[in-house]
């Protein structure tokens, strides 16, 4: 299987545990002989690295200057270089009769591009939530907020599988989104040892 | 060819300038044959797909909560990449994408990666002249956007010399990336029978000439110069009245500013007007008269030329090159009340000089405005970006 996994933080960058817990996914991944391409936004290091087998991307953003340090506009228009890198790495394998099976977005930030991505070349993807932004920011009605839960929302109509990292997550995705999504909700505790494998069983659930 | 129009205005959604001028240059590329699809955002009333004269269009979900118009703006253009995505899939692909503005050319550099595809860019504006000068960090935010768009296109087109060496300046575009393709003006929206007297008497009395303003009741639009040439026109026997067309902040303003002059009955502020009437207007104005200090095209200009109403205009950006003086119309320096009445007293009292101008004028419209030729202009860029595209090697594989 080859998988291109969508992520706003791979180490050295850290913001949260996102980035570790990715890396370890990506590793493991590879140890399985799959393939792993990975497209990470990163504005202080852009070049391609082969991490023992991971095909870390880093793009920039290209634009710099963000009303009121905006992370909704900073998302956003950082989703036009995500795009175009994993365009690249498509149209790459392409031209070796090859395909991406599965796209793999970690949080909201990714779900722009994964959207932008299965809409163009018809490739299905899982969206992983470690956090939502109702509880970052609780009971917040704030226009960022309301923006960011709308992408969220979208993200959840969208995606074909949506991993959830604990059950109290997963009920809490349907209580805020809608119990409808029921059908392609999972829970993956990130924890012990076969987690990994349960996420492969997902993309094998989806992948074409 | 099939062509791919990016706007986030397009007729009946009409905010700027940038709704009629896709809304005439798409038709005038269906009639050269090109498959035009234009993508912008929806409307309440409007269809969601619909065929106007040829042009295909597609309306999509404009709602976007965000804190900003920016982030409003960046939203809805990630909505209207998805659903192109979807049409162009659709419809078997595109040759080409061409945005308008930074207000659909994010959603513009998203498809060209995607779909591997050249992008156009026609530049209507910049986020500094609108500002005069980047003020905010909204404002930076848009001009880095600009500056992106710019170097992500395959070309940019201006509509304008101005504009281009504003465009190449500021946000640092070589100028052979440059074309400079005008507005353009259908001449025959402008010729229809109506009563004269009808329409005139509802502005100005008869024996008074009318000077015809229109524009959003801006600084950048100068309207105080006319005010303030007004009483040397008055002193000068020629019984004159400003036909303000437009609203806008410095309303009240103007209005103050007329009455300190003793010249309330004088200046009359009509608003809004609806486009059959402002038309008429052109037709029974005696000059219009275009004061502007900043501009970076001058589509009244055109209006004006179209209806064969003689210019008087200030000598700045896009004015500048419609306008030849004294022989298409009068150029005056800007800030300068004593130069415009000079000019406008010039053409009230020698009709043999307003009809030279206003022949020489119509004639300009009828080919350097000209939708056909335009369309004929931009297809040329088209061509020889398709050109440059087959030769190189960055395609879809």
């Known amino acids: ?208 | 060819m099939r062509v791919l129009h990016l706007s986030w205005e397009f007729p009946p959604k009409v905010i700027g300038g940038i709704a009629s001028h896709v809304f005439d240059l798409s038709r005038a590329l269906v009639r050269r044959g090109i498959d035009v699809h234009v993508v912008t955002c929806n409307f309440p009333g409007a269809k969601e797909y619909e065929n106007i004269d040829g042009v295909n269009v597609c309306r999509v979900e404009s709602y976007a909560a965000g804190d900003s118009f920016l982030s409003w703006a960046l939203r809805m253009q990630k909505n209207m990449e998805r659903s192109s995505c979807d049409l162009i899939n659709f419809i078997k692909g595109v040759d080409l994408i061409h945005a308008h503005d930074w207000l659909s050319g994010v959603a513009g550099i998203g498809l060209k990666h995607l779909y591997r595809k050249p992008l156009i860019t026609t530049m209507h504006s910049t986020e500094y002249g609108r500002r005069i000068g980047i003020h905010t960090d909204l404002q930076a935010s848009i001009h880095e956007i600009e500056n992106w768009l710019c170097y992500e296109s395959w070309r940019v087109i201006t509509c304008s010399y101005y504009m281009r060496d504003h465009v190449a300046r500021l946000l640092h575009v070589p100028e052979n990336k440059i074309c400079v393709i005008p507005n353009g003006v259908d001449v025959n929206k402008f010729n229809f029978g109506f009563d004269y007297w009808q329409v005139r008497n509802r502005f100005a009395r008869g024996s008074e000439k009318i000077l015809l303003f229109v524009g959003r009741l801006v600084p950048e639009k100068g309207l105080d110069t006319l005010i303030a040439a007004l009483p040397e026109i008055l002193g000068n026997g020629v019984d004159a009245k400003v036909v303000a067309v437009g609203d806008g902040p410095q309303l009240e303003e103007f209005r103050r500013m007329a009455n300190e002059y003793g010249l309330a009955n004088k200046v009359m502020f009509v608003g809004h007007v609806d486009d059959w009437t402002l038309r008429a207007l052109y037709r029974v104005a005696d000059v219009t008269v275009v004061p502007s200090k900043f501009e970076p095209f001058g589509i009244v200009a055109l209006e004006a030329m179209a209806a064969h109403c003689p210019l008087v205009v200030s000598a700045v950006g896009g004015l500048n090159e419609i306008v030849d003086h004294e022989g298409t119309g009068m150029k005056v320096p800007i800030n300068n009340p004593h130069a415009l009445a000079g000019a406008i007293l010039r053409i009230i009292r020698d009709s043999g000089f307003r009809n030279w101008i206003v022949n020489n004028a119509y004639q300009k419209c009828l080919w350097n405005y000209n939708w056909n030729n335009i369309a004929e202009w931009t297809a040329g860029v088209y061509g020889a970006v398709l050109h440059e595209y087959d030769m190189g090697s960055w395609k879809p594989t």
Not at chain 1, 82 to 88: D, M, P, Q, T, Y
Request: glycine share 4%; with cysteine.
């Open chain 1, 1 to 208: 299987m080859r998988v291109l996994i969508l992520t706003s933080e791979y180490p050295p960058k850290r913001l949260g545990n996102v980035s570790d817990h990715v890396s370890t996914l990506a590793h493991e991944l590879v140890k399985r002989k799959h393939e792993v391409e990975l497209v990470v936004l990163d504005d202080l290091r852009q070049e391609f690295e082969d991490v023992s087998g991971v095909h870390v991307h880093r793009v920039a953003n290209p634009i710099k200057t963000h009303p009121m340090a905006s992370v909704l506009t900073y998302a956003v228009t950082a989703s036009v270089p995500v795009e175009a890198e994993s365009s690249n790495i498509i149209y790459f394998y392409r031209q070796q009769q090859k395909s991406i099976d599965v796209v793999h977005a970690h949080e909201w930030p990714m779900i722009y591009p994964a959207i932008s991505l299965k809409h163009a070349f018809y490739i299905p993807f899982v969206l992983t939530f470690h956090s939502i932004e109702g509880h970052r920011c609780h009971d917040s009605f704030s226009a960022v907020s309301i923006a960011i839960k709308e992408i969220e929302d979208m993200g959840m109509w969208e995606s074909n599988e949506v991993i959830a990292n604990s059950g109290w997550l997963k009920d809490e995705l349907l209580r805020y989104y809608g119990g409808g999504h029921w059908g392609k909700m999972n829970v993956v505790w990130p924890v012990g040892k076969d987690w990994v494998d349960q996420v492969i069983s997902i993309y094998q659930k989806v992948a074409r």
